[in-house]
C-alpha cells in the first residue's frame, strides 16, 4: 500500500518561531503536494513539487517556504508562526497526471495551533 | 482558472437510503480528471471514485457511482444503500492530465466540501 507519512498528527507552536512540517512517501512518487485545510474553505494549495528541487507557488504560499532535497520527503516550512496560520495541513503525492495512476494519496494531516 | 463548487455544506441520509452529492467545475480544457474524495473523522483522505473526462460510461465503485455530464460540467456523486461508515466530509476535485516533468497542472483543485451524516 502507498503510505504518506506526516511527522506530527498535532503540534502546539509559538508566535514567531520557525516550524517545519515534514511528509515522507514510499511510492517513488514524482508529485507532493501541501494543502492548508480550514472549515468552509476547503482545501488550499500551499506549494506543489513536481521533481527534486523543483517547486512552484500554489494559491497561498505567503508566509511558507518549501525544501525538496529527495523524491521522497517534502518539507513545509512556517519561516516566522502566526495564529493565522493555525490550521490543518494535509501532505499529498501522486504519480505524474499522464496517465491512469493519477490520484492522490495523502497522509494524515498535521493539526498546527499556533499560540 | 479552474473552480470546484459544491453547493450543499452539509447533507443527511438515512441509513441504507440513497444520497446524491453534487459538484460542478468551470473548465475550458477538453481532458481532464475528476475525483470523489472522502475524509472521516479520523482525518485520512481517502479516494472513492475517479471518472477520466474522455470516458462517457459513469464509473461505479460498489456502492458509490457518479453521473458525470461533461456538457453541464456537472459531477454528482451517488451513494446507494448507505451505512453508518459513510458519515465524512466529501469531497470533490478536478485535475488537468499533466506534462510528464513539468507544470502545475499536477495539482488537484478542491470544492469545499460536503459534510454527509448518517442516521441509524
Known amino acids: 500500500d502507498v503510505k504518506v507519512t506526516q511527522s506530527s498528527r498535532y503540534l502546539v507552536k509559538r508566535t514567531g518561531e520557525k516550524v517545519f512540517l515534514e511528509c515522507v512517501q514510499d511510492m517513488d512518487h514524482e508529485n507532493m503536494f501541501w494543502y492548508r485545510q480550514d472549515p468552509g474553505l476547503g482545501l488550499r494549495l500551499i506549494y506543489f513539487?513536481?521533481?527534486?528541487?523543483?517547486?512552484e507557488k500554489g494559491d497561498i504560499p505567503e508566509g511558507y517556504s518549501v525544501s525538496r532535497e529527495k523524491k521522497e520527503r517534502f518539507s513545509l516550512i512556517l519561516e516566522s508562526a502566526s495564529t493565522n496560520q493555525t490550521s490543518m495541513y494535509l501532505c499529498?503525492?501522486?504519480?505524474?497526471?499522464?496517465?491512469?495512476?493519477?490520484?492522490?494519496?495523502f497522509g494524515q494531516g498535521t493539526r498546527l495551533t499556533v499560540v | 482558472a479552474q473552480t470546484v463548487t459544491q453547493s450543499q455544506p452539509e447533507m443527511s441520509v438515512q441509513e441504507a437510503e440513497t444520497v446524491t452529492l453534487s459538484c460542478t467545475y468551470d473548465?475550458?480544457?477538453?481532458?481532464?480528471?475528476l475525483f470523489w474524495y472522502k475524509q472521516p473523522p479520523s482525518r485520512q483522505m481517502i479516494l472513492v471514485i475517479r471518472q477520466e473526462a474522455y470516458k462517457q460510461q459513469n464509473a461505479t465503485e460498489n456502492r458509490f457511482s457518479v453521473n458525470f455530464q461533461k456538457a453541464a460540467k456537472s459531477f454528482s456523486l451517488k451513494i446507494s444503500d448507505s451505512q453508518l461508515g459513510d458519515a465524512a466530509m466529501y469531497f470533490c476535485?478536478?485535475?488537468?492530465?499533466?506534462?510528464?516533468?513539468?507544470?502545475?497542472?499536477?495539482?488537484?483543485?478542491f470544492g469545499k466540501g460536503t459534510k454527509l451524516s448518517v442516521k441509524p
Open positions: 476535485a478536478y485535475r488537468k492530465p499533466q506534462r510528464l516533468y513539468g507544470g502545475s497542472q499536477g495539482n488537484l483543485i
Open positions: 473548465t475550458s480544457e477538453s481532458d481532464y480528471y
Open positions: 499529498a503525492s501522486s504519480f505524474p497526471g499522464t496517465t491512469m495512476n493519477t490520484e492522490a494519496f
Open positions: 513539487s513536481y521533481d527534486v528541487k523543483m517547486k
